[in-house]
Each structure stands twice: as C-alpha cells, then as structure tokens.
Nanobody, 127 residues
C-alpha cells in the first residue's frame, strides 16, 4: 500500500512550464506502475501519462494525444518520486492533476485500473 502526495502545481502563463512531483509518503513506488490524470471543472478525470513496469522492471511510457510532445513523465526510484514535466502549457491544460499507482498489467489509461490516488494539485494556465 502506498500514500501519494502531489506537489508543484500553480499559476503559469500560456507557453510556460511546470514540473509536478508525486512522492510516496509510505511504501515504495518501485513496484508500481504510475499514472498522471487530470480533471477540469465539470469534466471527467482523464488520462495524461503513465510509466508502467515491465516484467524486467524497466518502464514503458504512455501519453495521451494532448500530452505527447509537451509533457514528460519520469521516475526517480532513489527519491521514490514520479514527475510530470509540462511545457508549452495551454489554458486548456488547466485542471487538478492527480498521480495514481497500480499493479495492474493493462488498461493504464483507465481511471479504474488504479488503486491508489493522491489528493491532487491545481494547475492553472492563464492566456
């Protein structure tokens, strides 16, 4: 079991960058696949990116179409932290961003695949 804490959100102008962090306050993230999701007001929570473990404990990376080319997910096992580097931010990226952990082996884009969630961090992009 893990407890996740996100940080790094804030207010940024369009075209700017932010780096979100997701740290485990308890447990190790090394044996979990990790995902980032976001939820804008009045909308469903949607997939952003995932770093998923393979049988050899290497990582496969997945991005949503909106995140490809602008966002980068990474894992620092020594710090027990997963990051989401976001650049070229747009007003439509405004949302609460959540990290999540799973031991599922498929459906990494699905909210229901994840057992553990952080409390979320607000990202606001002004135009």
């Amino acid at each position: 079991q893990v407890q996740l804490v996100e940080s790094g959100g804030g207010l940024v102008q369009a075209g700017g960058s932010l780096r979100l962090s997701c740290a485990a306050s308890t447990g190790s993230l090394r044996t979990y696949s990790m995902g980032w999701f976001r939820q804008a007001p009045g909308k469903e929570r949607e997939f952003v990116a995932a770093t998923t473990l393979t049988i050899t404990l290497s990582d496969n990376i997945y991005y949503s179409d909106s995140a490809k080319g602008r966002f980068t997910i990474s894992r620092d096992s020594a710090k027990n932290t997963v990051y989401l580097q976001m650049s070229s931010l747009k007003p439509e990226d405004t949302a609460v961003y959540y990290c999540a952990a799973t031991r599922a082996i498929s459906r990494f884009e699905s909210v229901s695949a994840y057992a553990y969630w952080g409390q979320g961090t607000q990202v606001t992009v002004s135009s």
